[in-house]
T-cell receptor
Framework: SQQGEEDPQALSIQEGENATMNCSYK?????LQWYRQNSGRGLVHLIL?????REKHSGRLRVTLDTSKKSSSLLITASRAADTASYFC???????????FGQGTRLTINP | DTEVTQTPKHLVMGMTNKKSLKCEQH?????MYWYKQKAKKPPELMFV???????INESVPSRFSPECPNSSLLNLHLHALQPEDSALYLC?????????????FGPGTRLTVT
């Protein structure tokens, strides 16, 4: 399986701190996406980074991709209580035309 | 309108019942997906429809039967389910089934099989 593995499984930080989540995958990819899921709800797309990109920003989000190490990281700066959610990376195997989600990181922001 | 809607929000059914989950999008997306998600686990792909044709079936048991009546609607027909089928069922859509497109998810149907 080329499912992404995420680290840590759970993360608890204080409001205002930065949160970093990591994703590793096994096979070559075309792109990698990050999604957020609030408890028991649908997923929301956060950002997509292509295999030829190394870093991408969107608001308080910063995503990096290292294809040589088959890993990606998601940084959320100046965290807020509303950032409390599960975060999943999703990868595509080249040619598979489907996404496979990692195990996810459960992020808790404490006020 | 960037919304994917799913009905019902919650469903409780017995193992002998027949029920259907419904999903709708009006974004003009040509790919639609069904995922199954167990608690504290990632979504697992079940089916992909592309241009109203079934393009991926991830070896899902036949007690789950998908249907795409038109480009905006996706159904999942359920029959003779097992308690282990209890899960959150998520529908998603994207512009095309190419993985370079983001997927838009509905809020899900929480299914309990008794």
């Amino acid at each position: 399986s080329q499912q992404g593995e995420e680290d840590p499984q759970a993360l608890s930080i204080q409001e205002g701190e930065n949160a970093t989540m990591n994703c590793s995958y096994k096979t070559s990819i075309n792109n990698l996406q990050w999604y957020r899921q609030n408890s028991g709800r649908g997923l929301v797309h956060l950002i997509l980074i292509r295999s030829n990109e190394r870093e991408k920003h969107s608001g308080r989000l910063r995503v990096t991709l290292d294809t040589s190490k088959k890993s990606s990281s998601l940084l959320i700066t100046a965290s807020r209580a509303a950032d409390t959610a599960s975060y999943f990376c999703a990868t595509d195997a080249q040619g598979a035309q489907k996404l496979v989600f990692g195990q996810g990181t459960r992020l808790t922001i404490n006020p | 309108d960037t919304e994917v809607t799913q009905t019902p929000k919650h469903l409780v059914m017995g193992m002998t019942n027949k029920k259907s989950l419904k999903c709708e999008q009006h974004m003009g997306h040509r790919a639609m997906y069904w995922y199954k998600q167990k608690a504290k686990k990632p979504p697992e792909l079940m089916f992909v429809y592309s241009y109203e044709k079934l393009s991926i079936n991830e070896s899902v048991p036949s007690r789950f039967s998908p249907e795409c009546p038109n480009s905006s609607l996706l159904n999942l027909h359920l029959h003779a389910l097992q308690p282990e089928d209890s899960a959150l069922y998520l529908c998603a859509s994207s512009q095309d089934r190419k993985s370079s497109y983001e997927q838009y998810f509905g809020p899900g149907t929480r299914l309990t099989v008794t």
